[in-house]
């Protein structure tokens, strides 16, 4: 029995049990996953400042689960503790962010994001610059309306990101968007759905990248 734990950085359970949910999707017969839920913190991370703060977290939740698992996900785009987590850890650790962006960039091609989180703009661009995709990089369209409202309105928060993702291909000549963040991974593989362009849904992506890693390391 594989098993890998999904971290989710914000303190929502409903959002950890979405992603669970996602992952389990992703991942082949013989898989276990199960969630792990930041105690302290914001439901939903939407500043800067609340990235850095899930960082000692996602060290903590990690460390203390990681004699018992086979791999980890960090579900928060943006990947807080994710790199500081696999220097520590003896077993393969893979943030969202990291994995749906070089997903998207395969093959050399251009992407874009499309997000509900202006705040989180430039560290976005320079998470992609510093994984060596900033030649790919078409930059971010952001939904229209409050963060936190989208999440709460499923279809609403479906058609807006769907409107970002279209803007992002037509206006920025992505030929992948990905859908930047854990508490949209539903949306996302709602949003795939509408269109020929690729729609990486950043759960699945970190599910195929970790399975990957994993395989490498047996080898």
């Not at 791999?71 to 994710?82: E, M, N, R, Y």
Request: aromatic share 2%.
């Amino acid at each position: 029995m594989t098993r890998i734990l999904l971290i989710n950085p914000n303190t929502s359970e409903a959002t950890t049990a979405a992603m669970v949910a996602i992952a389990k999707a992703a991942a082949p017969h013989g898989t276990e996953v199960s969630g792990a839920t930041a105690r302290r913190g914001p439901k939903m991370i939407l500043q800067a400042e609340e990235l850095r703060a899930a960082v000692p977290e996602v060290i903590d939740i990690g460390l203390a689960a990681a004699g018992e698992i086979d791999g980890i996900i960090v579900g928060a785009f943006g990947d807080p503790g994710a790199a500081q987590l696999r220097r520590r850890v003896g077993i393969p650790v893979v943030g969202i962010a990291e994995a749906s962006m070089q997903e998207a960039a395969e093959g050399g091609r251009r992407f874009g994001v499309a997000t509900t989180t202006p705040a989180l703009v430039e560290i976005i661009a320079a998470y992609a610059a510093r994984l060596g995709l900033a030649d790919f990089y078409a930059g971010i369209r952001l939904t229209a309306g409050d963060p936190l409202a989208l999440v709460a309105d499923p279809p609403l928060l479906v058609d807006a990101l769907a409107e970002a993702a279209r803007r992002s291909i037509e206006c920025d000549d992505a030929e992948a968007v990905v859908i930047g963040g854990g508490p949209l991974g539903q949306a996302a593989i709602a949003v795939a759905a509408r269109f020929a362009t690729p729609i990486i849904a950043p759960v699945p992506a970190a599910m195929r990248r970790l399975l990957r890693m994993m395989d490498e390391a047996k080898s």
